[in-house]
């Protein structure tokens, strides 16, 4: 069974930085795309950050380019996103997700198959 857990949340002041965690088990991940989505509340769960299985291909959502790094360790199936100047809006539940099938950098939720429980990142301005 696939399983993925998201650590590193917290409440931090604007312009300050946190450095999410995501660990995949449950099967090989390696060839596969991963991706972090972030939900805020009374709104839609939105795409945020998205990598290649090697790390070789990013991709950003507008609203974080520049001050958001995702990364990847497939020798311990771990995803990062490193989160820097963050701002109010950047405030959501932070959840990683694996699409069901390599071969793809996926980028809208409906893509993605399996999802961590997500954790809360609180930006006070």
């Known amino acids: 069974q696939v399983q993925l857990v998201e650590s590193g949340g917290g409440l931090v002041q604007a312009g300050g930085s946190l450095r999410l965690s995501c660990a995949a088990s449950?099967?090989?991940?390696?060839?596969?795309?991963m991706g972090w989505f972030r939900q805020a509340p009374g709104k839609e769960r939105e795409f945020v950050a998205a990598i290649s299985w090697n790390g070789g291909t990013t991709y950003y959502a507008d609203s974080v380019k520049g001050r958001f790094t995702i990364s990847r360790d497939n020798s311990e199936n771990m995803v990062y996103l490193q989160m820097n100047n963050l701002k109010p809006e950047d405030t959501a539940v932070y959840y990683c997700?694996?699409?069901?099938?390599?071969?793809?950098?996926?980028?809208?939720?409906?893509?993605?198959?399996?999802w961590g429980q997500g954790t809360q990142v609180t930006v006070s301005s």
């Open positions: 997700a694996v699409p069901p099938w390599s071969g793809t950098i996926p980028t809208e939720k409906n893509e993605y198959a399996y």
């Open positions: 449950g099967r090989t991940f390696i060839r596969y795309a």
